[in-house]
């Protein structure tokens, strides 16, 4: 039997055992961040996404005195850049900022993923959210959207519209409006904004449809024209342009192109708690706020877990949009 001196050693023993196990760890994530973090986005450089993400990026160096590095891991609707950060340590020392695209839409609208966002990412914080714009190139005779799905009925070659990728919130808006409207605009995938941006830009396409901020300057310049945006209310960005629920039969008609933090399944709860309440701080400052509302961008924010109601929420939405408009992704 074990004496009272026996069991007060023992009871020592273990719990200098537990304290030395749990130390490393707990300082690790007072710690963060200790060194350069990785911040992947799944699409080419000049697109919406990359905007916000290059923003939070550089304020986020500033405010933790580390460096946080922007990679561009483009292709596949954003499926490699997302998988890359699946595959990744869950240390906190690489993030991805993503679009709809990669960790929700896409799998609602049947494209195989080599990974399960629900269960492989863990949700931080919703960055922002911006409009979808619907622009045309100036040589496209309409002027508003009412006169722009006219031309497509009525065109002896069908119209296309590109968008950043398959599976995209993009691609989703172009292909309600389709339903809705009785059109047969086809849909070309480009491998993010930028290149969807540029070619319309050069006239190779006549109808884009892209997250608001790689548009702004055009718009402005008369590059490019802007019929109308996607969501709900109209954008301080692009005031005189009007949402697509005011036109007859699409009310309720909204899609937006969201920013989301997130991190690989098993990163540290204490990390990404640290990790978002940075990124909240940063976006409630007003230099920064001012900056992403230029470019049409609502910065939002958030606990991870706002985050995942806002995510429950846009899955039931769009499970519901595919069900009822029997959208389905090749």
Not at 1 to 21: D, E, F, P, S, V
Not at 242 to 247: G, I, K, V
Not at 284 to 309: C, E, M, N, S
Request: charge should be positive; include cysteine.
């Amino acid at each position: 039997m074990m004496n009272n001196k026996h069991r007060i050693g023992a009871a020592c023993l273990a719990l200098a055992l537990a304290t030395w196990g749990a130390a490393p760890a707990t300082a690790a994530e007072q710690a963060w961040p200790a060194r350069q973090v990785r911040v992947i986005v799944a699409y080419p450089a000049g697109g919406g996404l990359d905007f916000v993400t290059r923003v939070l990026a550089q304020q986020l160096s500033k405010k933790t005195g580390q460096s946080f590095v922007v990679e561009n891991r483009s292709g596949a609707s954003g499926l490699i850049g997302a998988d890359a950060v699946v595959k990744s340590a869950p240390d906190g020392y690489t993030m991805l900022v993503a679009s709809p695209a990669e960790v929700l839409v896409g799998a609602i609208a049947g494209q195989k993923m080599p990974y399960d966002p629900q269960r492989d990412l863990v949700p931080v914080t919703l960055a922002g959210e911006t409009p979808l714009v619907i622009a045309v190139h100036p040589s496209i005779k309409a002027r508003t959207m009412q006169e722009l799905l006219a031309e497509a009925k009525r065109s002896a070659t069908p119209l296309s519209y590109g968008t950043p990728g398959n599976g995209s919130s993009m691609n989703f808006a172009g292909e309600s409006i389709n339903l809705l409207a009785g059109t047969s605009v086809q849909h070309v995938p480009y491998k993010g904004a930028a290149p969807a941006v540029a070619d319309l830009l050069g006239n190779h396409i006549p109808i884009g449809i892209v997250g608001m901020p790689p548009t702004v300057p055009y718009q402005k310049s008369g590059q490019l024209r802007v019929l109308a945006v996607t969501s709900d209310k109209r954008s301080s960005a692009m005031p005189d342009v009007p949402t697509m629920a005011e036109l007859p039969g699409f009310k309720g008609y909204r899609f937006t192109n969201w920013m989301g933090v997130y991190v690989p399944a098993g990163t540290p709860a204490a990390v990404v708690d640290r990790m978002s309440a940075d990124i909240n701080a940063i976006l409630h400052q007003a230099d920064t706020r001012a900056l992403l509302a230029q470019q049409g961008v609502d910065p939002i924010g958030g606990t991870p877990a706002d985050f995942a109601a806002f995510l429950s929420a846009e899955r039931q939405r769009y499970e519901t949009i595919a069900r009822e408009r029997h959208i389905k992704i090749d």
